[in-house]
């Protein structure tokens, strides 16, 4: 596997600089583009079109969110984490629904930030386990009505999504459905291309507002979704 090209998109240049150098310190990372708002950040997407896009929430020309449904629209493949300062589910609702793969606090330790890189590169979703509960009851009480799309989904892909939607990660799946762990991430990978979606949070979604799976229960739980 090549480098994972990465964007940062804050306006704290000197907090996206030095997260830059960090990142270009990887072997396995590398930093191709940095803006201080939206407009600079979606033109230096544009350019470089890359796998991960960290993108701030509050900007000087608009918000995280609304840029979120944007660099998706202009580089599809690219995966966007939001770095927020406060968890709320409204916002990870909204953001989720415009094509984040995930959510990262921008206090994090940068071995953290580095990891969640990584982990966004290969398709993966960051969310705390329960919060990711709340967010796709969000997401599935806005579901557009007789909206429902015909997916050629097997009733074990289905099964796969329900339980990404739980948090469940491939390895947790294959324990769960008495697979391998290469059947598991094979079955994920299907789900992803049928749904034409590049990351698992993206696929809960869609598959969510198809009415393919319906939101899981909400329940307290601390464990972390790491999809890898």
Same mark, same amino acid.
């Given at each position: 596997?090549?480098?994972?090209?990465?964007v940062? $998109?804050?306006d704290? @240049?000197?907090?996206?600089?030095?997260?830059? =150098?960090?990142? *270009?310190?990887?072997?396995?990372?590398?930093?191709?583009?940095?803006?201080?708002? &939206?407009?600079?950040?979606?033109q $230096?997407?544009?350019?470089?079109?890359?796998?991960?896009?960290?993108?701030?929430?509050h900007?000087?020309d608009? *918000?995280?969110?609304?840029?979120t449904?944007r $660099?998706?629209?202009c580089?599809?493949?690219?995966? $966007?984490?939001? &770095?927020?300062a406060?968890?709320?589910?409204?916002?990870m609702a909204?953001?989720?629904?415009?094509?984040a793969?995930?959510?990262?606090?921008?206090e994090?330790?940068?071995?953290?930030?580095l990891?969640?890189?990584?982990?966004?590169?290969?398709?993966?979703?960051m969310?705390?386990?329960s919060? @990711?509960?709340?967010?796709?009851?969000?997401?599935?009480?806005?579901?557009?009505?007789? !909206?429902?799309?015909?997916?050629?989904?097997?009733?074990?892909?289905?099964?796969?999504?329900?339980?990404?939607?739980?948090?469940?990660?491939?390895?947790?799946?294959?324990?769960?459905?008495?697979?391998? @762990?290469?059947?598991? !991430?094979?079955?994920v990978k299907?789900?992803?291309?049928?749904?034409?979606?590049?990351?698992?949070?993206?696929?809960?979604v869609a598959?969510?507002r198809?009415? @393919?799976?319906? =939101?899981?229960?909400?329940?307290? *739980?601390?464990?972390?979704s790491?999809?890898?």
């Open positions: 596997m090549g480098e994972t090209t990465v940062l $998109v804050d704290h @240049l000197s907090f996206a600089e030095s997260l830059g =150098a960090a990142i *270009d310190s990887q072997k396995d990372l590398r930093c191709v583009g940095v803006a201080s708002n &939206l407009e600079q950040g979606l $230096v997407v544009k350019e470089n079109a890359p796998d991960v896009v960290l993108m701030d929430v900007l000087p608009g *918000d995280g969110i609304e840029g449904g $660099v998706k629209q580089s599809p493949n690219s995966r $966007v984490v939001i &770095l927020t406060h968890t709320d589910v409204e916002m909204r953001a989720a629904a415009h094509g793969c995930g959510f990262l606090p921008k994090s330790p940068v071995a953290e930030i990891s969640a890189i990584r982990t966004a590169g290969e398709g993966g979703m969310i705390n386990h919060t @990711l509960k709340a967010v796709l009851a969000r997401v599935e009480s806005a579901r557009p009505e007789n !909206r429902e799309v015909v997916v050629p989904l097997t009733t074990r892909e289905i099964q796969i999504l329900s339980l990404m939607a739980e948090g469940l990660d491939p390895r947790a799946i294959s324990r769960s459905l008495s697979i391998s @762990l290469h059947t598991a !991430r094979t079955h299907n789900v992803l291309s049928k749904l034409e979606v590049h990351s698992q949070l993206e696929a809960v598959a969510m198809r009415g @393919l799976i319906a =939101a899981p229960q909400l329940l307290t *739980d601390t464990r972390k790491e999809i890898t």
